[in-house]
């Protein structure tokens, strides 16, 4: 893993993040990671291919550790 950036989307405030995930993948990607916003991109055909690691949203991550 390189750990570069090959490619990015901008998009409107009103277009989620998972609506671009596909066009996020070159192909050849093992391992994707992503905030919050791509929760559930997993079940996305067009995202498949590699393993996403993708953020726990922040509510559930605070009540993972109540001292923060």
């Known amino acids: 893993?390189?750990?570069l950036v090959?490619?990015?989307v901008g998009t409107s405030a009103n277009v989620s993040?998972?609506?671009v995930a596909g066009a996020l993948l070159h192909g050849e990607e093992h391992a994707a990671f992503g905030d919050s916003g791509y929760q559930g991109v997993h079940k996305r055909a067009e995202a498949a291919g590699p393993?996403?690691?993708v953020a726990m949203r922040p509510g559930k991550r605070r009540l993972l550790?109540?001292?923060i």
Request: avoid cysteine; charge should be negative.
């Open 1 to 3: 893993m390189s750990g």
């Open 65 to 67: 550790n109540p001292f």
């Open 51 to 53: 393993t996403w690691h």
């Open 17 to 19: 993040d998972i609506n």
């Open 6 to 8: 090959h490619t990015v």
